[in-house]
């Protein structure tokens, strides 16, 4: 009797813990009503702050549009050269507001107001933080040599950030936006830069013999993950952002490494090895002390991590000669397919909501910068059309 | 009637063979020259003489002797130094030996699928590994330098086989001080 009963209390666990997953991959049950009709304004200015601000709510994956709504926005901007925003948000149900909010701004960063508007009005009506505000960087090779670019989370203002005139690779921010670490060829080498984005100065990070990758900075801000081959082969490395010694984390002089990145808590670093067999790169996990276990094993290629905020690791994963992106939850193994398997998807990156994905999208022989959805929305191109777009990597603020 | 069936029967045969033949040929070699490399401990390995040279004393140079020497080619997702392809790197270690002064500076490739920084990786363990055969037949690693290029460097545009299987390699430019 216990034993069933123990049996029952079991099974009835898994089928609670299934349900979430299910209401996880399932877009309609998570999204809520919004009417913006009632949203008032004139001029250019506020064409472009509506403009930006639907198109965030819409992108956003929170909302359906249909009325009558549950929730409904009203308020208004205006002004010419300065802007006045009020924005209320009502809860029709219940008869009470969510929101109730003035913002002040300029014309010119009429797109960055709304956007802070759209991510308060996803925390009123759902509770968390919207990714509207969010910036990204990436790399492309529009003036014919791989430069360095920052624009929004809509892919608005746009603008580049290098002018090395050689190769970028592999950028990525620091945790508070205001700087990034990226491998520039601009002395000859590859070589690990971190840059001031307000100034654009620039610190090289390594310049060891043999090659110097950038990859992810630790959570608080302080160490930055390296691949470097100054030992003969390349390995991963820790060194911290204010200087200071090298910490080597991997021996393998028999397979390479590539693309370190830190677990959210900083305690983990998962990266890229093809120390189980030449030719087929695979996801590992490491500790600080180098102790580490292989994650992948479906798949020739598992390469290009990165450890979001919701704790699972996406990737890009080859099946059947197509890269496509996966994620994958490190503790219960549990594996998804995220991006359509139209074409290539690959170098993704966690947006800071845990639930929309940036990655480079490879059409014909060009490739375009797309913001997936997990929850099922389908895949939005934020770059663009001149030029080729890479490698992006996403900033909360 | 009889005579078409018994010749397309040794046609099959005599091509089963063949290819049975070839297989066992490349297994082969290719077990042998892991074999060679891996015996000295030399590719990649973490040693002393294995730690790659300053920069400085390569950085003033010029490619001397450009175009002579022959571009080392990789099977894909390889970085290991086919048996087709050693007379190349012989060639340089003659020319090394016989030049004291000049030194080596590899430069690694791959083709363009895949990670970007994985094709760094797989670009500089090939120049690691060329180096490391440069230094099994006698040339002072102190010489040599290796500089990947990942994907970035194409020396074919293309987008297929013949493309990739040209962009995968490892280019010598000698240094004269």
């Keep these: ?150 624009c929004d989370a809509d892919g608005g203002n746009l603008r580049q950030l290098t002018s090395d005139k050689s190769i970028s690779l592999s950028p990525q921010w620091t945790p508070s936006g205001t700087h990034i670490v990226y491998t520039s060829y601009r002395r000859g080498y590859p070589d690990a830069y971190l840059v001031d984005l307000a100034s654009g100065a620039r610190t090289c990070l390594a310049n060891y013999p043999g090659m110097n990758m950038a990859g992810g900075v630790s959570p608080n801000g302080r160490e930055v993950l390296l691949v470097l081959s100054r030992d003969g082969n390349p390995e991963v490395y820790i060194k911290p952002l204010a200087g200071g010694g090298l910490t080597r984390l991997t021996k393998t002089p028999r397979a390479g490494e590539a693309s370190p990145a830190w677990s959210p808590d900083g305690s983990k670093i998962v990266y890229v090895s093809d120390l189980a067999g030449p030719g087929s790169p695979q996801l590992y996990i490491m500790d600080r002390s180098g102790n580490s276990r292989r994650l992948t094993s479906r798949g020739r290629e598992n390469v290009a991590p990165d450890w979001g905020p919701n704790g699972w690791i996406t990737y890009s994963s080859k099946r059947g000669g197509l890269y496509g992106v ?72 | 009637m009889t005579t078409r069936w018994f010749i397309s029967t040794i046609l099959v045969c005599s091509m089963a063979i063949g290819m049975t033949g070839c297989k066992s040929w490349f297994s082969k070699k290719s077990s042998k020259s892991q074999g060679d490399l891996s015996d000295s401990g030399a590719i990649g390995a973490l040693s002393p003489e294995s730690v790659l040279p300053d920069r400085g004393q390569f950085a003033d140079g010029k490619n001397v002797m450009a175009g002579q020497f022959e571009t080392v080619r990789f099977a894909f997702d390889s970085a290991q130094v086919d048996d087709t392809e050693r007379a190349k790197v012989e060639a340089v270690a003659e020319y090394a030996k016989a030049n004291a002064s000049t030194l080596v500076s590899l430069e690694g490739h791959c083709d363009e699928r895949g990670s970007a920084e994985y094709n760094v990786s797989l670009g500089e363990r090939r120049a690691l590994a060329v180096r490391a055969y440069l230094m099994n037949l006698g040339i002072d690693g102190a010489r040599i330098q290796t500089k990947s290029f990942g994907s970035e460097s194409p020396k074919d545009p293309g987008h297929d086989e013949n493309a990739w299987s040209i962009n995968r390699r490892v280019e010598f430019v000698l240094i004269k001080q």
Excluded at chain 1, 341 to 370: F, L, Q
Aim: hydrophobic residues 35%; positive net charge.
């Design chain 1, 326 to 397: 996966y994620m994958i939850n490190p503790t219960t193994q549990e594996e998804r397919a995220v991006s359509p398997s139209d074409t290539h998807y690959e170098e993704p990156a966690w947006a800071s909501d845990g639930r929309h994905i940036v990655c480079t999208r490879r059409e014909g022989r060009g490739s375009k910068i797309y913001l997936l959805d997990t929850m099922g929305d389908p895949p939005v191109c934020l770059t663009p059309n001149s030029g080729d777009w890479f490698s992006p990597a996403w900033c909360s603020q």
């Design chain 1, 1 to 150: 009797m216990k034993s069933y009963l123990l049996l029952l209390l079991v099974s009835l666990g898994v089928s609670v813990l299934a349900q979430e997953d299910v209401v996880v991959t399932k877009a309609a049950s998570t999204k809520s009503s919004l009417d913006l009709s009632g949203f008032t304004g004139s001029g250019p200015a506020y064409a472009v702050f509506r403009q930006t601000l639907e198109a965030d709510l819409r992108r956003s994956g929170w909302f359906t549009f249909n009325r009558p709504a549950t929730y409904v926005v009203g308020g208004s901007c205006s002004g010419e050269s300065s802007l006045a925003v009020q924005c209320q948000v009502m809860d029709a149900v219940k008869s009470s507001p969510v929101l109730n909010q003035s913002y002040a701004g300029t014309a010119a960063n009429a797109k960055r107001l709304a956007h802070k508007v759209s991510d308060d009005i996803i925390m009123a009506v759902k509770g968390f933080r919207g990714i509207c505000s969010g910036r990204i960087v990436m790399v492309s090779n529009r003036t014919g040599k791989k430069e360095l670019y920052v």
